[in-house]
Structures are given as structure tokens and as C-alpha cells.
């Protein structure tokens, strides 16, 4: 049986699946009923520093994107921090941590851009025999407008410095969480691993809005008559997040950095895009808030039985495997050719890939043969984009065949050469490197 037990900088785990810094680990009574599923970890509910705590709305703080079947695509969360006492926070830290010794206790932090202020707090959590910390630079709603989250997570200078204080003034691992609403997530990345950075998690959530009330024209959800801009997250983000992963990891100044993946990780396949492609764990939120804590057993035994079907037994043995096929567009081959296909036996004669085809792409799909409704490709007009494949609601029924060396393209009538040629040295590309 696969072993998914894990070390993330230097955090022994029993399983790669962490609860994210968010309402679902706010308190005790919530973490104890998560490490009794199953999760291998959770990162706290951001404190901050003592003193008054936070104030929430007292209305509501959550709005979602929802298909026409009431699925949930995306989360929109106006939240803030913790809105309980420091003390209180630190206590029940410090008990669950003693009830839960093997799982991995994470305190995520956010106090102001002061040295004197992460000074004072960091004993005190190291103190709760919590395993490490995780800034919070990325939460881009209320705290950024105090200076915090976000604000600092934009600039990569203070993110250096914030993390040389924690290294400074803690023994704990340090993780970075960097915001997705940046340019290039490479610098705040390489600016914590400058300033002594054990491990980054990313991404924290996106800037938006969910939309408008059709009857009333106000931004929705409001309190009051009034709303803001919200952080987004959910399964609609998880292709960002993936590809902001993968970039920290390809990248040469930051390759090796240890990365918690987060953004819409829902179900095993979810945790396996992020491993292939370079995390040591995965953080959920919205999928515990929506469907609940056990959701990780399924998550559990889903990336099991997947390694044993592949032979793997340890999660070392495929994470990373799919970053070296991410690649700049400027290395794709050009001269690779690939059809669509479409298998008749399972083919329903919906005719979605003749419509797609036929109003928007390459009109590359018969609706009739012999008089009789009927879909095929034609490969002299087909250039293999992929959209028949993605919009056939009959799983496996259209598919890509690569021509193989020596074929000939009917389209272009080219034959498809072995040789690997892309638009660096492309003849159209006025930049090209000469031969």
C-alpha cells in the first residue's frame, strides 16, 4: 500500500492534505473534528497581534459562483483574520497540538510591517509547540488596506525583510504565502527564498467581485446596501494556482523551493496536478466549507489506490514528474501534427462538435454523410485544436491522433518531419536564432 506520509520543511505529516488558514480552522473545537477525519495538517486561522482583535461584517462575508445546477465553481470570501483574542488562539493551539502531536500544527501570521511587532509574537507561538509558521501576504481584502497581507505580499522588498525577521527571531520552519495578484509570482518567490524562506504556499485568493443583483443593481453579496471586493478561490482558480506553481518551480532561482500547493484542490486529482507538478502538500478550503471535513478520506484513499495502480510508493516517486513537460510557447514543436477523431460506436449524434467546429473554429466536421446525420472529421481541414475533444459531453468518444513521421498533413500536404523545430529558429520569426 502506498505511503502518502511526507516531510514538508521539516514538518513530519502522516498525509500530504492540509486545511488552509481560513474559517474552517478558526478554533479548537473545529481543528480536533479535522485531525479526527483524517487531514494530515492544518495552518491556522491567521492571528494577529494582541490587543483589540479584528472586527467582522455581520452580514454576509461569503458569495459563490455557481453553475446552472447549483455546482460550486467559485468562492468569494470578504473575512477577515481572526476576530478572537490572541490568547485565546495561542491556549487552544497549544492544547489541540498536545491532543494531535503527529499531525502537522501550522500558525499562520499576519501582524504589521514592523520588526518590533513580529518580534513580540513569534515566541509566543513557538512556545505552543507548533510545528512552523506561514505569513500571510497574500489575503488582498481589509487587512491590505492596513498595510498588511497583500500589500506586503505585492512588494517584494518587504517580503525579503519580514522573512529575515521570522528566521531572525524563530526557530520554527518559515513558509511564505504569496498573493496571486502580481505580475510575476517568480519575484516574491525568489525575494523569500532570499530572505531565508523554508517552504512558499500559494496562492492565497484572487481580487474580485461575483456580480450584480439583476432586481436591485447592487454588487452582490452586500450588508447594508453596500459590499467589497472579496477574495476568490474555489475550483475555478485551480488552473492559476497550478500554473503560478509550476512557474516557481521551473524557474532556475527558485527550483527545489518546497511548495504547498493551494487554490479549488477538491479531490485526489485535484492534490495529484499539484504533486506532479511540484508541491509537497496541498491546502483545501472551499471544498471542507462546502461538503465538510471528510472529504479527506476520499482525497486519502483516491491518491492511494492511484499509486498503487502506477506502482508508485512514496510520494517522492512522481512529484515534480510533470514539470519538465512545461515548456514556453516559443518550444513548442511546430512541426508536430496531431486529427481529431471521432469514435462512431460511442458517438451519440449530439452534433456539438459540428456546431463548435463548423461557428468557430476550422469547419473541419461533417453533420451528414449519404444523406444521414452523421459527424466526421475531416482531416484536410482539421488542425487538431483540441475543441471537439473539450466541448463532447461523451467521455473518450473524440480523441487526438498524432501523425507520425512520414505521414503526410492533408491539410497543408506537407510530410511531418522528425527533426524538433520551434519559433526560435522559425522562419516567420523576424528574431530567429540562426542556424
Known amino acids: 500500500m502506498a505511503d502518502l506520509s511526507t516531510t514538508f520543511a521539516g514538518v513530519k505529516t502522516p498525509n500530504p492534505f492540509w486545511l488552509a488558514s481560513a474559517p474552517p480552522t478558526d478554533?479548537?473545537?473545529?481543528?480536533?473534528?479535522?485531525?479526527?477525519?483524517?487531514?494530515?495538517?492544518?495552518?491556522?486561522?491567521?492571528?494577529?497581534?494582541?490587543?483589540?482583535?479584528?472586527?467582522?461584517?455581520?452580514?454576509?462575508?461569503?458569495?459563490?459562483?455557481?453553475?446552472?445546477?447549483?455546482?460550486m465553481l467559485g468562492f468569494n470570501n470578504i473575512?477577515?483574520?481572526?476576530?478572537?483574542?490572541?490568547?485565546?488562539?495561542?491556549?487552544?493551539?497549544?492544547?489541540?497540538?498536545?491532543?494531535?502531536?503527529?499531525?502537522?500544527?501550522?500558525?499562520?501570521?499576519?501582524?504589521?510591517c514592523v520588526e518590533e511587532s513580529w518580534k513580540a509574537i513569534l515566541p509566543r507561538v513557538e512556545d505552543t509547540g507548533a510545528d512552523a509558521i506561514e505569513l500571510n501576504f497574500g489575503c488582498p481584502h481589509g487587512m491590505s488596506e492596513r498595510g498588511m497581507g497583500a500589500a506586503v505580499g505585492q512588494v517584494p522588498e518587504y517580503?525579503?525583510?519580514?522573512?529575515?525577521?521570522?528566521?531572525?527571531?524563530?526557530?520554527?520552519?518559515?513558509?511564505?504565502?504569496?498573493?496571486?495578484?502580481?505580475?510575476?509570482?517568480?519575484?516574491?518567490?525568489?525575494?523569500?527564498?532570499?530572505?531565508?524562506?523554508?517552504?512558499?504556499?500559494?496562492?492565497?485568493?484572487?481580487?474580485?467581485?461575483?456580480?450584480?443583483?439583476?432586481?436591485t443593481l447592487m454588487m452582490s453579496p452586500v450588508t447594508g446596501g453596500m459590499g467589497s471586493h472579496g477574495g476568490y478561490c474555489g475550483p475555478a482558480v485551480k488552473p492559476i494556482a497550478l500554473n503560478m506553481v509550476a512557474e516557481i518551480g521551473r524557474d532556475p532561482q527558485t527550483r527545489g523551493l518546497p511548495i504547498s500547493g493551494i487554490g479549488g484542490v477538491g479531490n485526489w486529482r485535484d492534490a495529484l496536478d499539484?504533486?506532479?507538478?511540484?508541491?509537497?502538500?496541498?491546502?483545501?478550503?472551499?471544498?471542507a466549507m462546502v461538503f465538510g471535513f471528510k472529504i479527506v478520506q476520499e482525497m486519502a484513499s483516491g491518491l492511494s489506490d492511484y499509486m498503487d495502480s502506477k506502482g508508485f510508493k512514496s510520494l517522492d516517486d512522481f512529484r515534480g514528474a510533470a514539470l519538465p513537460?512545461?515548456?514556453?510557447?516559443?518550444?513548442?514543436?511546430?512541426?508536430?501534427?496531431?486529427?481529431?477523431?471521432?469514435?462512431?460506436?460511442?458517438?451519440?449524434?449530439?452534433g456539438r462538435c459540428h456546431i463548435a467546429c463548423e461557428d468557430t473554429s476550422h469547419q473541419a466536421i461533417t453533420k451528414m454523410k449519404d444523406g444521414v446525420r452523421h459527424f466526421e472529421v475531416m482531416e484536410d481541414e482539421?488542425?487538431?485544436?483540441?475543441?471537439?475533444?473539450?466541448?463532447?459531453?461523451?467521455?473518450?468518444?473524440?480523441?487526438?491522433?498524432?501523425?507520425?513521421?512520414?505521414?503526410?498533413?492533408?491539410r497543408t500536404g506537407l510530410i511531418v518531419s522528425d527533426k524538433h523545430a520551434d519559433w526560435t529558429t522559425h522562419a516567420n520569426n523576424p528574431m530567429r536564432a540562426s542556424a
Request: glycine residues 6%; positive net charge.
Open 325 to 350: 513537460t512545461v515548456k514556453e510557447w516559443k518550444n513548442l514543436n511546430l512541426n508536430h501534427v496531431s486529427k481529431a477523431v471521432i469514435n462512431q460506436d460511442s458517438c451519440i449524434s449530439c
Open 79 to 112: 473575512e477577515l483574520i481572526t476576530d478572537r483574542d490572541l490568547e485565546l488562539n495561542l491556549r487552544e493551539i497549544t492544547e489541540v497540538k498536545r491532543l494531535w502531536p503527529d499531525r502537522a500544527m501550522i500558525v499562520s501570521l499576519m501582524v504589521p
Open 27 to 71: 478554533k479548537a473545537y473545529n481543528v480536533n473534528r479535522a485531525f479526527e477525519a483524517g487531514w494530515g495538517g492544518v495552518v491556522w486561522k491567521t492571528l494577529g497581534e494582541a490587543g483589540p482583535p479584528v472586527v467582522n461584517v455581520n452580514g454576509p462575508r461569503y458569495g459563490a459562483l455557481l453553475s446552472n445546477d447549483r455546482r
Open 159 to 215: 517580503i525579503e525583510m519580514v522573512t529575515r525577521w521570522c528566521k531572525q527571531y524563530s526557530k520554527l520552519p518559515v513558509i511564505v504565502k504569496l498573493t496571486p495578484n502580481i505580475t510575476d509570482v517568480r519575484l516574491p518567490a525568489r525575494a523569500a527564498q532570499r530572505g531565508g524562506a523554508d517552504a512558499v504556499s500559494l496562492i492565497n485568493t484572487i481580487n474580485s467581485i461575483i456580480g450584480v443583483d439583476p432586481d
Open 274 to 287: 499539484f504533486i506532479a507538478l511540484g508541491a509537497g502538500t496541498v491546502q483545501v478550503c472551499t471544498a
Open 382 to 410: 482539421c488542425v487538431g485544436c483540441n475543441l471537439c475533444v473539450t466541448v463532447c459531453p461523451v467521455p473518450n468518444t473524440i480523441s487526438l491522433r498524432d501523425l507520425q513521421p512520414g505521414e503526410k498533413d492533408l
